[in-house]
T-cell receptor, first 113, second 108 residues
Framework: GAGVSQSPRYKVAKRGQDVALRCDPI?????LFWYQQALGQGPEFLTY????????KSGLPSDRFFAERPEGSVSTLKIQRTQQEDSAVYLC???????????FGPGTRLTVL | GIQVEQSPPDLILQEGANSTLRCNFS?????LQWFHQNPWGQLINLFY???GTKQNGRLSATTVATERYSLLYISSSQTTDSGVYFC??????????FGKGMKLTVNP
């Protein structure tokens, strides 16, 4: 079956622009996660959804970052007024349950100029 | 929060050699996963292994939860094994906490 998909794969934004990153999880997966991966580092947790409920957003670095999953399937990560330090790869993962195997999408590489 | 340490940070091998990657973690875990990140950035699941031993072809993994470490074995390495290997754990919450990764280079 289809894996986790993300779009766009690459995004270039000028500093101050808003961006929206999309994640399509594996069909039927209840849990959805967003991670941020800086160059040369391991992924770091941003936020977690169980169905449409955002249960943990402790990793969001500022109030410029906002995530939603209104119907419990597709999720969008929005970054307002992008800054250069937001440049990173944003990874989405889904899982059948909270402690099940997490499957990752290909990521969106965001470059803020 | 839980800490994850991977060693060695970098490894260079000749094709056909074997290697062992180690992951130490600071607290009890509900989940431990090993990933291979390919040159295009895709994180590929290798093992879901909170405890015990699993094998998949030339790869195997062992987690000793009581001693808070996991090992990933790669036998008869191939150039396609090159990339970054991550260990990630779930402690008291659902999020995965990743180590800093180990960069493996396999030369022909």
């Amino acid at each position: 079956g289809a894996g986790v998909s993300q779009s766009p794969r690459y995004k270039v934004a000028k500093r101050g622009q808003d961006v929206a990153l999309r994640c399509d999880p594996i069909s039927g997966h209840v849990s959805l996660f967003w991670y941020q991966q800086a160059l040369g580092q391991g992924p770091e947790f941003l936020t977690y959804f169980q169905n449409e409920a955002q249960l943990d957003k402790s990793g969001l670095p500022s109030d410029r970052f906002f995530a939603e999953r209104p119907e419990g399937s597709v999720s969008t990560l929005k970054i307002q007024r992008t800054q250069q330090e937001d440049s990173a790869v944003y990874l989405c993962a889904s899982a059948g349950g909270g402690t099940d195997t997490q499957y990752f999408g290909p990521g969106t590489r965001l470059t803020v100029l | 929060g839980i800490q994850v340490e991977q060693s060695p940070p970098d490894l260079i091998l000749q094709e056909g050699a074997n290697s062992t990657l180690r992951c130490n973690f600071s607290d009890s875990v509900n989940n431990l996963q090993w990933f291979h990140q390919n040159p295009w950035g895709q994180l590929i699941n290798l093992f879901y292994i909170p405890s015990g031993t699993k094998q998949n072809g030339r790869l195997s993994a062992t987690t000793v939860a009581t001693e808070r470490y996991s090992l990933l074995y790669i036998s008869s390495s191939q150039t396609t094994d090159s990339g970054v290997y991550f260990c990630a754990v779930q402690g008291g919450s659902e999020k995965l906490v990743f180590g800093k990764g180990m960069k493996l280079t396999v030369n022909p």
